[in-house]
């Protein structure tokens, strides 16, 4: 048996699928060969297939990981109108790479655009591994991460910046807390009020996900009860009630 010499990553951006080709690299103790196929394609197209085929030949005869990012651009529906014989070859030039790939590398594609891609291009590949949007406990742990040596409430505000920041992609989520904490580094103002204004910005939230985020801030003390009402929309006196029975339930919540 062979290693897996193929992987295909697919997934929105932001998401790792770079930096898991990055990581994949360092565990294999092998160098990291990218090759973008969109700033390729857009800068040389006319000499991409040949251009293409030395980049192959050449992470073939060393022992690496290869990754071709952008895939997409590269290996669109060959049913596509409007798409030249150009990229048709260069369709064909990458499929007998994929079936070709020596078992001393590793070739790895990411796209974001998995549905642009010819099945014959799925088929070839050995494994893909779908990678999705962090769901609320990820984002906690991203958050803590990012959070944890510079702060001593980052354990509750990752709790609260998981609600708040749902739906977003790790890269985002990265982004705007290292912004926050900048402003606050640059402004001299706590961190916590960044932190609030990040959370205010971010409120598209179901009824029952303010609730909850509301139940999470009324009992922690990284905010007042003020600013926890004002987060939310969610008065300290609605999360103590009991559920009324026969009450019709707000749309939001029933899905
Ligand atoms: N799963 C993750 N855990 C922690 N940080 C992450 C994760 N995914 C992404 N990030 C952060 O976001 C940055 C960008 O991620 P990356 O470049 O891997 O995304 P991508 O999926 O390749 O996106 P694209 O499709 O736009 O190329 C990373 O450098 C890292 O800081
Ligand atoms: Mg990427």
Redesign the pocket.
């Known amino acids: 048996m062979h290693p897996t010499r193929t992987l295909l990553?697919t997934?929105?951006?932001?998401?790792?699928?770079?930096?898991?080709?990055?990581w994949l690299a360092r565990e294999l103790e092998r160098p990291l060969l990218v090759l973008d196929l969109a700033a390729v394609m857009s800068s040389f197209l006319g000499r991409t297939g040949s251009n293409l085929r030395h980049v192959l030949d050449y992470a073939k005869s060393t022992e690496c990981v290869l990754l071709l990012?952008?895939l997409d651009a590269l290996a669109k529906r060959r049913d596509d109108r409007g798409e030249v014989g150009e990229l048709k070859r260069l369709v064909t030039v990458l499929l007998q790479e994929v079936d070709d790939w020596p078992a001393s590398g590793l070739l790895v594609a990411?796209?974001?655009h998995a549905e642009l891609l010819d099945p014959a291009v799925w088929r070839r590949f050995e494994m893909s591994i779908e990678?999705s949007l962090?769901d609320v406990p990820?984002i906690e742990r991203?958050s803590l991460?990012l959070l944890a040596p510079y702060f001593a409430d980052a354990d509750t505000w990752s709790k609260v910046l998981a609600y708040a920041l749902k739906g977003r992609?790790?890269?985002?989520?990265?982004?705007d807390i290292m912004q926050a904490r900048r402003a606050a580094v640059t402004s001299g103002s706590p961190l916590p009020d960044q932190l609030r204004t990040l959370v205010r910005a971010n409120a598209g939230l179901t009824h029952a996900e303010k609730v909850e985020l509301a139940r999470i801030l009324y009992h922690s003390e990284i905010t007042s009860q003020r600013v926890a009402r004002e987060i939310t929309g969610v008065a300290r006196d609605t999360i103590r009630k009991p559920e009324k029975k026969n009450e019709p339930v707000p749309s939001e919540e029933v899905a």
């Open positions: 990553f997934g929105p951006p932001g998401v790792g699928k770079t930096m898991a080709a990055r990012d952008e990411a796209t974001n990678f962090p990820q991203l991460a992609s790790h890269n985002d989520i990265e982004r």
